[in-house]
């Protein structure tokens, strides 16, 4: 019987490192997404505000101002 509950802690300690190390490994992922969005967020931001400018400094929309009634 003691050799047998040996052998399951072992199994169990096993499971327990992969685990771990399964939950490192997420983390680290986790880590990298969000720098990655935040990167991506920042693009967009820029994107959207060059685009807004491009749009005021253009023509077509330079000559649409709304006239007051």
Do not use: C, P, S, Y
């Amino acid at each position: 019987m003691k050799i047998m509950l040996e052998d399951v802690k072992e199994k169990f300690d096993t499971v327990i490192e992969a685990v771990h190390m399964v939950r490192e490994t997420l983390e680290r992922h986790k880590g990298e997404n969000q720098k990655d969005h935040q990167e991506l967020r920042n693009e967009i931001v820029l994107l959207r505000k060059d685009l807004n400018e491009h749009r005021d400094n253009t023509e077509v929309h330079a000559g649409r101002k709304r006239k007051k009634a």
